[in-house]
């Protein structure tokens, strides 16, 4: 099974700005989506950002096009979250996860344990 980890979660000021990093504990761009989910507080886990494998092209929820950008570092088999612009409504765990079709479905075949993010009014 693929492992993942994530961090850079943290306690940040509306409009500030977070990194949010997963480590996998093995090459995964060529055979799996790459992504990162966002669970609010009370609601259901929803998709925010996504790396295809087809051709790496990338997928945003509505809510974080024009403020995060997802980038991937195959060399080291991470992928990061670069988060600006951040809003209390994007408070909660963030989770990366990969499987087959993650970018067009937002099922994921492995996830990591997820980072907390917590922005304040």
């Known amino acids: 099974e693929v492992q993942l980890v994530e961090s850079g979660g943290g306690f940040v000021q509306a409009g500030g700005s977070l990194r949010l990093s997963c480590a996998a504990s093995e090459s995964i761009f060529d055979e799996y989506d790459v992504g990162w989910l966002h669970q609010a507080p009370g609601k259901e886990r929803e998709g925010v950002a996504c790396?295809?494998?087809?051709?790496?092209?990338?997928n945003y929820a509505d809510s974080a096009k024009g403020r995060f950008t997802v980038h991937s570092d195959p060399a080291r088999n991470m992928v990061h979250l670069q988060m600006n612009g951040l809003q209390p409504e994007d408070t909660g765990i963030y989770y990366c996860s990969v499987a087959y079709t993650l970018c067009t479905d937002w099922d994921g075949t492995f996830w990591g344990p997820g980072t907390e993010v917590t922005v304040s009014s």
């Open positions: 790396i295809s494998r087809k051709d790496g092209s990338t």
